[in-house]
């Protein structure tokens, strides 16, 4: 049987309803060292179902790097703040990357 092998670092992706947003939000999480980075990308096209109704928004995305030890800490911190009832935060797990930015991402989050 294979080892599950368990990333040491991982990418989150987050919609939001704007760029104020997404700001308010990164600044919390990189300040409280919970993310090294977040990357913010403003008038994105989504369209979506929402109760029962076809939706079409511009929203703002996010990506925020981390070690993978602090993503739930993370996630709920995201969702407190978030204005959304039902926010997009997904964890993409990374499996390989420069290592002296990765080991700079240890270093931010410390």
């Avoid at 990418?11 to 309803?17: K, Q």
């Amino acid at each position: 049987m294979k080892e599950l092998l368990l990333s040491k670092y991982c990418l989150a992706y987050v919609t939001t309803s704007g760029k104020d947003e997404a700001r308010s939000i990164a600044r919390e999480l990189v300040e409280s060292k919970l993310v090294a980075c977040v990357n913010i990308f403003d008038n994105i096209e989504s369209h979506f179902i929402w109760k029962e109704k076809l939706c079409s928004e511009n929203e703002t995305i996010f990506f925020a790097k981390m070690p993978s030890e602090n993503y739930h800490r993370f996630e709920e911190k995201v969702s407190e703040l978030h204005s959304y009832d039902n926010p997009c935060i997904l964890k993409l797990d990374i499996t390989n990357g420069k290592q002296t930015f990765l080991s700079w991402v240890t270093k931010a989050t410390n």
